[in-house]
C-alpha cells in the first residue's frame, strides 16, 4: 500500500517536498518512483529511486530541479521539489515496481495534487 501525502498550492519558484509512505517491501517494490498526470496529458515518470543500492534516475526535463530520496528505513520516499513552474501542476502519484524502468511499475497510490500558480 502507497499514501502519499504533501501535496498543495504554491507559487511559482517555491518548494514541495511530496511522501511516500509504503507498507511492506517485496521483490515487487525494489523500485519506487514518482509519476505525475498534468491536466489534459498522459501519465509521465518524474523519478525513481533504487530500495536496494539507493541509485536514483530523472527524466531529462527535471534538470535538477527534484530530488527523490529514502528514509534510512526505506518505508518512504520523498520528492523535494523546487523552483516550481506552473506547468508542473499535476497529480503526483507514488509507484512501486521490480525494477527502475518507467513500464515496470504496478503499484499505485491514489495522489496528491500540486497546484503552481
Known amino acids: 500500500q502507497l499514501v502519499e501525502s504533501g501535496g498543495g498550492s504554491v507559487q511559482a519558484g517555491g518548494s514541495l517536498r511530496l511522501s511516500c509512505a509504503a507498507s511492506?517491501?517485496?521483490?515487487?517494490?525494489?523500485?519506487m518512483a514518482w509519476f505525475r498526470r498534468a491536466p489534459g496529458k498522459g501519465r509521465e515518470g518524474v523519478a525513481a529511486?533504487?530500495?536496494?543500492?539507493?541509485?536514483?534516475y530523472y527524466a531529462d526535463w527535471v534538470r535538477g530541479r527534484f530530488t527523490i530520496s529514502l528514509d534510512n528505513a526505506k518505508t518512504t520516499v520523498y520528492l523535494h521539489m523546487n523552483n516550481l513552474k506552473p506547468e508542473d501542476t499535476a497529480m503526483y502519484y507514488c509507484?512501486?515496481?521490480?525494477?527502475?524502468?518507467?513500464?515496470?511499475?504496478?503499484?499505485w497510490g491514489q495522489g496528491t495534487q500540486v497546484t503552481v500558480s
Open positions: 529511486i533504487s530500495r536496494a543500492g539507493g541509485s536514483s
Open positions: 509507484a512501486a515496481g521490480d525494477r527502475c524502468s518507467w513500464s515496470r511499475f504496478t503499484s
Open positions: 511492506g517491501y517485496t521483490y515487487s517494490s525494489h523500485c
